[in-house]
């Protein structure tokens, strides 16, 4: 498991509903942000590698998944500041690993 729920059961105080909300938004907005994440990589469109890396930071930052926040921040400073598509490249499989394996583990987990 490389998600926590730590930072959401401390924003819940107990509210399983909430909890549950925050989880079924994560799955119905992840996939989706990271197919155009993977499709501004390959584009080498900087602005939208950008702006993809930047949606996507506080929805990994919020399940505990500290070294999937960090690739995102990674491509996202790259991506803002021109950086390199090699760079890029090399960073965007592991964070696409990362959440794909979460959002597999979080269906298993809650049941969706």
């Not at 949606?55 to 990994?60: E, H, S, T, W």
């Not at 921040?73 to 965007?92: H, M, P, R, V, Y």
Request: hydrophobic share 40%; charged share 30%; no cysteine.
């Amino acid at each position: 498991m490389i998600y926590t729920l730590d930072k959401i059961k401390e924003m819940a105080d107990g509210d399983e509903d909430f909890i549950l909300s925050i989880i079924t938004v994560f799955l119905e907005e992840i996939p989706q942000d990271l197919e155009g994440l993977e499709e501004a990589v390959n584009n080498r469109d900087h602005e939208k590698t950008y702006q993809l890396a930047h949606k996507i930071k506080p929805n990994v930052d919020i399940l505990g998944m500290e070294q999937t926040r960090v690739l995102a921040l990674d491509i996202e400073t790259l991506g803002k500041n021109q950086g390199s598509f090699d760079e890029i490249n090399a960073k965007f499989p592991v964070l696409k690993k990362d959440v794909l394996q979460v959002i597999s583990e979080l269906k298993s987990d809650f049941g969706i």
